[in-house]
């Protein structure tokens, strides 16, 4: 199994560019999410979905979109980046929607905006 | 919403020495997880708490959950250079919804 698989790893953008950071996991993992990490903010999270074609928001979600069309896909889109949007992206999935069990971190996606 | 507050922000510790760092919830958390990152990775699970006054133990680590189920700590003996990261604490509880939001975490540093 790979586990959580995110693409690309870094990318630079300017501002007003869209883009589209990619998440899939092949654990079947009903509970998928976006996280941002900024220094000495820790891990805020941006939407979470609890199963294909269920989203919802978290702490952070404006300016960012999410579906979840599949199990497997959870994509997190920026429509017109700005740069306070530069930030360590990460993105988790876990078996269940309870919240009881492990969160499976994928390696992130470095993103700098200019 | 709810609030999940961590404390040191970062400590450093010479080698062999003992580390705590705790976690604080606003509200009653049904439950409680641990995640360590390492320099330039991403969180892994450590371990969870969900009963209250729970205590686990994994080698040098021992993990807490408070009473009343809002406090929680991670308490390292005798730190080794391969603790060297960053340790999160994140909860969630029926008023959160799905949304498990995490503590701001600790960066701990181990010189030799």
């Known amino acids: 199994n790979a586990g959580v698989t995110q693409t690309p790893k870094f990318q630079v953008l300017k501002t007003g560019q869209s883009m589209t950071l990619q998440c899939a996991q092949d654990m079947n993992h009903e509970y998928m999410s976006w996280y941002r990490q900024d220094p000495g903010m820790g891990l805020r999270l941006i939407h979470y979905s609890v199963g294909a074609g269920i989203t919802d928001q978290g702490e952070v979600p404006n300016g960012y979109n999410v579906s979840r069309s599949t199990t497997e896909d959870f994509p997190l889109r920026l429509l017109s980046a700005a740069p306070s949007q530069t930030s360590v992206y990460f993105c988790?999935?876990?078996?269940?929607?309870?919240?009881?069990?492990?969160?499976?971190f994928g390696d992130g996606t470095r993103l700098s905006i200019l | 919403g709810q609030q999940v507050m961590q404390i040191p922000q970062y400590q450093h510790v010479q080698e062999g020495e003992d580390f705590t760092t705790y976690c604080n919830s606003s509200t009653t958390l049904s439950n409680i997880q641990w995640y360590k990152q390492r320099p330039g990775g991403h969180p892994v699970f450590l371990i969870q708490?969900?009963?209250?006054?729970e205590v686990k133990k994994q080698k040098r680590l021992t993990f807490q959950f408070g009473e009343a189920k809002k406090n929680s700590s991670l308490h390292i003996t005798a730190t080794q250079t391969t603790d060297v990261g960053t340790y999160f604490c994140?909860?969630?509880?029926?008023?959160?919804?799905?949304?498990?939001?995490f503590g701001k975490g600790t960066s701990l540093l181990v010189t030799p």
């Open positions: 988790a999935s876990s078996y269940s929607r309870s919240l009881n069990q492990p969160q499976h």
């Open positions: 708490l969900v009963k209250s006054g």
């Open positions: 994140a909860g969630s509880n029926s008023n959160s919804g799905y949304a498990l939001n």
